[in-house]
């Protein structure tokens, strides 16, 4: 399984572009990235996954280079409610499912 | 998505008591089920895999006997944690994915505080 390694926090205001970039050098060939939002005393919940190049979807974008050995996750135009703690993981692709280890995660804190 | 639902979402005891936990896929047939357990400003730290059939495994560290492991059904596992003690009071969160999915679904977690 692929350790990942992100910043431990991160600042922004209200209405910026947040970007959280992810390392994961030992990236395997058949492993997913995938991103996970998480509130205070909530289970975490599935932003956005992508293999490789750009993934978009209605709350997020994740680009991942080439190489694969990193990716990151862009918030649009952020308001408080983004204020959680964002997880990077990387895990095989099964045919069902994996299993997941995190890490310490990044804790994003969005200011008025 | 499909829904991951953990009951209770909060339960406290008193020390030496055993505390049972629910995790249920509600529109899905999971196999394969994960609890982890989270401590205050900590990441989610894994500490079982639970098969449907079978024994769960545990992960390094993990006291089987304490952590008591049943997935008697395609949509239910249980958690049961024994003779519970202070130290045991966290976050218990369970997760589950869908056959031919890539995406994990977490349940709501539970909030267990031993008196």
């Known amino acids: 399984l692929a350790k990942t390694t992100q910043p431990i926090s991160m600042d922004s205001y209200e209405g910026q572009e947040v970007n959280i970039t992810c390392s994961h050098n030992?990236?395997?060939?058949?492993?997913?990235i995938t991103w996970y939002q998480q509130f205070p005393s909530q289970g975490p919940r599935f932003i956005i996954q992508?293999?490789?190049t750009k993934v978009t979807n209605e709350v997020a974008s994740l680009f991942i280079p080439a190489d694969r050995k990193s990716s990151t996750l862009s918030l649009p135009r952020v308001s408080l409610s983004d204020t959680a703690v964002y997880y990077c993981?990387?895990?095989?692709?099964?045919?069902?499912?994996?299993?997941?280890?995190f890490g310490a995660g990044t804790r994003l804190a969005v200011h008025p | 998505g499909a829904v991951v639902s953990q009951h209770p979402s909060r339960v406290i005891c008193k020390s030496g008591t055993s505390v049972k936990i629910e995790c249920r896929s509600l529109?899905?047939?999971?196999?394969?089920m994960f609890w982890y357990r989270q401590f205050p400003k900590q990441s989610l730290m894994l500490m079982a895999t639970?098969?449907?059939?079978?024994?769960?495994?545990?992960e390094q560290g993990v006291e089987k006997d304490k952590f008591l492991i049943n997935h008697a059904s395609l949509t239910l596992s249980t958690l049961t944690v024994t003779s519970a003690h202070p130290e045991d009071s966290s976050f218990y969160i369970c997760?589950?994915?869908?056959?031919?999915?890539?995406?994990?679904?977490f349940g709501q977690g539970t909030r267990l505080t031993v008196v």
């Open positions: 997760s589950a994915g869908q056959g031919g999915g890539t995406e994990a679904f």
């Open positions: 030992n990236i395997a060939t058949n492993d997913y």
């Open positions: 992508g293999y490789k």
């Open positions: 993981l990387v895990g095989a692709l099964s045919g069902g499912y994996n299993k997941l280890i």
């Open positions: 529109d899905f047939q999971a196999t394969t």
């Open positions: 639970s098969n449907e059939g079978s024994k769960a495994t545990y």
